[in-house]
Every structure is written in structure tokens, then in C-alpha cells.
């Protein structure tokens, strides 16, 4: 399978609920992945949607599922999104002791294993965990809410990251998620991200797919410097 050079991952979290196939396969012929926030109303103050939701969606497209634990004990919950198909599975350094065992769970259950970095949390204690993981997750807003402001002091994160990526020439997806919109995606692109979140910018555009494949241009110019 081809790796693309970037990923554009519309958030499920803006879609309209009561209509979620349907919102679904409205991004179907342009995104990279499909991301879906798991929040519980214990590690953050929202509760969406948890496993059932996903296991029926994972049925109705082939997108590959991009599933972003914002939950208390994922030891306990993520190897079962694995098992229902997730490809990659990311969950909070924050609410995990031991990221590296969850970290092998998930690919053991065949998933790709996600680390995610909130807010207010230093990711230079995380760096050198970075070799058990495919993703490292980059919030840039703070967990828990759609529709906030992009931070862009937070992609000094995004900088250190790629930083140490590239000199340890690991395999790694760098993923940025909040606020993530025309206005933002190039920031982050010139910062060093290769995955951007997208939620408002696209399911509250009148054409999804067209709006993932502007988010997509404009992140393809900031990371060639056209």
C-alpha cells in the first residue's frame, strides 16, 4: 500500500449525528482517514459516542478509522477499537501509567498505536516513547470541545517533535487536532505535522469532500515551500 505524504482526517465530531452513514460517505472520495473522538465526561467534560457507534459505522465504508481516546483507563477500553476494525487507536499520555504496554496491545490486536499529547502536557518526556508508537497526536487547542480556536504556540510542540523524528529517522505520523481550517492547516504544515484533524472546516462546508481537498492543497504547498 502506497503511504501518502500527508493525511487529511475529517472529525466525525461535527457531523450531524442523526445522520452519520450519510456524513460519512460525504468525505468518502477525498479523505485519508476518518476520525472519531471518544470522550467518556470523566478524563474530558463531553460524552460522545464509544465502541457500538464505531463497530456500525466501521460496516458502512472502507475510510480507514482514525479513533482518538479521550477517556479515563484506556488500558482497560482500546485494544476493543482495535478489534473492531480501528486502523490507527490513539489515546492520552495523560490518562495512561504505562503508554508503551498499551502501546504494544494495539498492535498485537492489529491496529496502529497513537499517542496524544493535550494542551497543557509537555511532550518532551514523551519523545523517547516514540519508537513504540505510530502516531504521536498534537492537541492544538485543549481536549474535550469542537469549534475552539487554534493555539499556534502549541506547534512548538509540533517542531520539537519533528525535530526528533527526523533525526532518529523513525516512522511516525506527526498529527495535529483543533481548530485545524484553511486559515491554520499551513502553519502546521510548515511546523513539521503530516496529519491534520479537520472537523468544522469540513462538515461545515456545503461540499466535504471539496473542502478535504483544499485542506489538502494548501497543507501539500506549506510542506514543498510553493
Given amino acids: 500500500m502506497t503511504v501518502p505524504p500527508l493525511i487529511v482526517a475529517p472529525s466525525i465530531l461535527a457531523a450531524d449525528f ?5 456524513e460519512v460517505r460525504a468525505v468518502e472520495p477525498a ?3 476518518l476520525h472519531v473522538d471518544v470522550m467518556d465526561n470523566h478524563f474530558v467534560p463531553n460524552l460522545t459516542i464509544g465502541l457500538p457507534v ?6 458502512v465504508t472502507g475510510i480507514p478509522f482514525d479513533v482518538h481516546l ?9 485494544p476493543g477499537y482495535a478489534d473492531a476494525g480501528a486502523y ?7 490518562a495512561c501509567d504505562d503508554p508503551v504496554a498499551l502501546a504494544k496491545d494495539l498492535r498485537s490486536a492489529g ?20 519508537p513504540s508508537f505510530d502516531t504521536l497526536l498534537i492537541m492544538t487547542i485543549k481536549a474535550g470541545f469542537g469549534g475552539q480556536r487554534f493555539l499556534p504556540q502549541l506547534l512548538d510542540k509540533v517542531r520539537a517533535a519533528r525535530r526528533h523524528v527526523d533525526s532518529g529517522h523513525l516512522e511516525l505520523r506527526i498529527e495535529v487536532d483543533g481548530g485545524i481550517a484553511a486559515d491554520t492547516i499551513e502553519q502546521a504544515a510548515a511546523a513539521g505535522a503530516d496529519a491534520f484533524v479537520a472537523g468544522t472546516a469540513v462538515y461545515g462546508a ?5 473542502a478535504v481537498r483544499r485542506l489538502r492543497g494548501l497543507a501539500e504547498r506549506a510542506m514543498t515551500g510553493a
Avoid: C
Fill in 31 to 33: 479523505a485519508d482517514w
Fill in 70 to 78: 479521550m477517556i479515563e483507563d484506556p488500558r482497560r477500553w482500546a
Fill in 18 to 22: 442523526a445522520r452519520l452513514a450519510d
Fill in 111 to 130: 491496529a496502529k498505536a497513537g499517542l496524544a499529547i493535550d494542551r497543557d502536557t509537555p511532550i518532551e518526556p514523551y519523545l523517547e516513547l516514540l
Fill in 206 to 210: 456545503d461540499d466535504p469532500a471539496e
Fill in 54 to 59: 464505531v463497530q456500525s459505522l466501521r460496516a
Fill in 88 to 94: 490507527n487507536v490513539t489515546f492520552h499520555a495523560e
